[in-house]
């Protein structure tokens, strides 16, 4: 090459062809898209994290504790979650696009919305689902020990206050959701603030 | 961002964009990512615009920090792809974009660059002063003259092989 650079940057950028500037209408378009598929692969990989942890406890029940029922009752829940989430899923993934991107993520974002208040409330209401017949099992089931007989701990009290592990459990579900959805809301976050950039931009 | 603002704060400066995106960018698609990813921070960030630097020096250092974020961003993506600073030289043959050959040659060679380099050497096409240049990639004026001087004499050896 006998030109140097710099020549060939001026010349080169002399035809003004080389430098047509992009249309930047569909700004948006693709990052919506991508968010949301990263979203649903997301929940996918919860979910099928859950079905598999769900799984080995309720085998690890059976076997190790002898307690085939509970092993049942336990997979049933899990079950009855892994339902309600392919609906979910389902559902996120039935969202049409139709061109606007900015309904397309408002649509999502009150789905996402309605799928953490759902998810909440069956957090909650799997801990009496579960520790219930558990409980009521134990209860009958030692009809002569104490509380602190039946846990293996150093407390004298009737064993009916075994039933109080289950506001207690259930406070703590609830507690243990409300930090998963504070610390897992990445993509969540991204396209609040996505819709809030496309507000912003209308103006 | 209201076709106003596009049309009189951005556009005028469009081929600065284009020229840095094109320097850091693999594929068209990627191109116009980055270009319009460019565009929209320039419109988020316009009230940092303190006017203590020309507005096309602002829109250069802007420019730059986004395509190295984005650089970053899809380096993440796709490491297996991305073992060194510089796009691997068997994708840049396939990314064919401008008419003049010789300047498809030397954008090829200047894909070869380590980012930084990348960001010295278009702003020294740009003609842009020694001194602003230290201040957008944050180093002082004596070590871009030697800088410059070193990337001239890599990109003299990439485009005669």
Known sequence: MEKSIEQIWKGGFMNNKELTAPKINALYNQKSINLVDRLINNMKTELFTVIILGFIIALFITIAGNHIIWGILLLLINSVWYIISKKQLKDLNDTQFNSNCYEYLIEISKKIKKIARINKRNTILSVPLTLIPILVYTYYNNQDKTLGQILGIDIDLSKSYLFILIPIAMLIAYGLYIIYLKFNNRIENKITSLIIDMEELKE | ?161
């Open chain 2, 1 to 161: 961002m209201s076709n106003e603002f596009y049309t009189t704060s951005i556009l005028p400066y469009s081929g600065i964009i284009i020229k840095i995106c094109r320097a850091y960018s693999n594929s068209q698609e990627d191109f116009e990512d980055y270009y319009q990813e460019v565009c929209l921070q320039i419109w988020r960030s316009r009230k940092n615009f303190k006017g203590n630097s020309e507005w096309s020096t602002w829109i250069y250092r802007l420019s730059l920090n986004v395509c190295l974020t984005l650089l970053k961003k899809d380096k993440k993506r796709n490491e297996q792809y991305f073992v060194s600073d510089a796009f691997p030289a068997n994708l840049i043959q396939d990314y064919q974009v401008f008419l003049d050959e010789d300047l498809q040659q030397l954008y090829n060679g200047i894909k070869l660059l380590t980012e930084i380099d990348r960001a010295i050497i278009l702003l020294y096409l740009e003609e842009r002063p020694y001194k602003e240049i230290a201040k957008i990639i944050g180093t002082n004026t004596n070590n871009i003259g030697v800088k410059i001087k070193r990337i001239k004499e890599r990109l003299k050896i990439i485009l005669t092989k």
